[in-house]
């Protein structure tokens, strides 16, 4: 079995607050992007996009509703 160890940047969006950036290996966060993880020292070989914004939206206009 082949093993993927490949570290990626997560990028998390929010409707309100800025965005974050994610270690997957460490799980670092920071509101800026970085290229090299200062918590595990991780190279990143990509981005990954998670929209969590639309979450955020869901949950804001179940809120809303009558």
Known sequence: MKRN?????IKK????SPDEYICSKCGYKNEKRFSVCPGCSSVFSKEKYDANWVDELEYFDAFMED
Do not use: D, S
């Open 5 to 9: 160890n490949k570290v990626y940047l």
């Open 13 to 16: 969006t929010h409707m309100f």
